[in-house]
C-alpha cells in the first residue's frame, strides 16, 4: 500500500519525503486555502518536490468548465492527477479527461455504488473519504472493505485511495482491506513511526554504548 500525504504544506512534505516513504500527496480547495498563496504557486511547488502522484482539485461545478479546468491542472506536471467531485458533472468530465489520457481521481465518495461509478468512468484512483463516513454515525471501514471487494471480484483497475483517515488503525485496517493508497495527514503519517518501546529501547542501547566507551577510556 502507497502512503500519500493529505496536505497543501510544503514543509510538512518536505520532511515526511526525507523519511523515504512518501509516494504521494493529495490536496483538496480547504488544504490549499489554508496555505493563503496562490494555488499555482502551491501545487508546483509540490509538484516538483515528490516526483509521484499528486491530486490537484477541480473547483468549477459544471462539466465544461471543469474540462477546461482539469486539461489546465494536468498540463502542470507529468505527475498531476485531477480529482473531479462524485457528482454527474464530475463523472461526465472525468470521462472525457480520461478519453484525453489524463490520470483522474474521484474524490467525495462515501458509498460502494460510488465507487462503482467511478471505476466506470475509468478513473486512476477512487477516494472513499473514511473519517467523514464515521462522522455521521456510519462505518467508513466497513464501507472500504466493500469497495476493494467489489473491485477484485470485478477485476476494476481503478486503485482504491483510503481518505479522511484520523488515526494509524485507519491506515492498517486500510492496509488489511486491500487499499492501494492511504493518504494521511501530517500528524497521523508522524504517528505512525512511533512507539514508546522504540524509545525505551533506544535510550537504552545508547546508554550502554556509552557506558562502554567511558569503560574502555578508563582501560587506556
Ligand atoms: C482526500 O483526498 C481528502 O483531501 C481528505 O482525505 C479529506 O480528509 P478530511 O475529512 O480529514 O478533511
Not at 493529505?6 to 488544504?31: C, F, H, K, M, Y
Not at 473547483?59 to 482539469?70: Q, R
Amino acid at each position: 500500500m502507497r502512503l500519500f500525504l493529505d496536505t497543501a504544506d510544503i514543509d510538512e512534505i518536505r520532511e515526511i519525503n526525507r523519511w523515504g516513504v512518501l509516494s504521494g500527496v493529495t490536496t483538496n480547495p480547504t488544504l490549499v486555502a489554508k496555505e493563503g498563496e496562490d494555488p499555482e504557486a502551491v501545487w508546483k511547488e509540490i509538484l516538483a518536490e515528490v516526483p509521484g502522484d499528486i491530486s490537484l482539485e477541480t473547483t468549477e461545478p459544471e462539466t465544461d468548465a471543469m474540462y477546461e479546468e482539469g486539461l489546465r491542472l494536468a498540463q502542470m506536471a507529468p505527475n498531476a492527477v485531477v480529482k473531479v467531485p462524485m457528482t454527474p458533472d464530475g463523472l461526465a468530465c472525468g470521462k472525457r479527461l480520461v478519453a484525453e489520457g489524463i490520470r483522474i481521481n474521484v474524490t467525495l465518495v462515501f458509498s460502494p455504488a460510488q465507487a462503482i461509478l467511478a471505476a466506470e468512468v475509468g478513473a486512476y484512483i477512487v477516494s472513499p473519504f473514511l473519517g467523514r463516513i464515521d462522522d455521521v454515525a456510519s462505518d467508513g471501514m466497513h464501507a472500504l472493505r466493500q469497495i476493494c471487494d467489489i473491485y477484485r471480484v470485478q477485476k476494476y483497475e481503478t486503485n482504491v485511495l483510503a481518505a479522511s483517515l484520523r488515526h494509524p488503525m485507519h491506515i492498517v485496517e486500510s492496509a488489511l482491506a486491500g487499499a492501494d493508497i492511504a493518504t494521511m495527514p501530517f500528524d497521523v503519517f508522524a504517528k505512525l513511526v512511533k512507539h514508546p518501546l522504540t524509545d525505551i529501547g533506544l535510550e537504552r542501547f545508547l546508554a550502554d554504548w556509552e557506558k562502554l566507551n567511558d569503560q574502555l577510556k578508563g582501560e587506556a
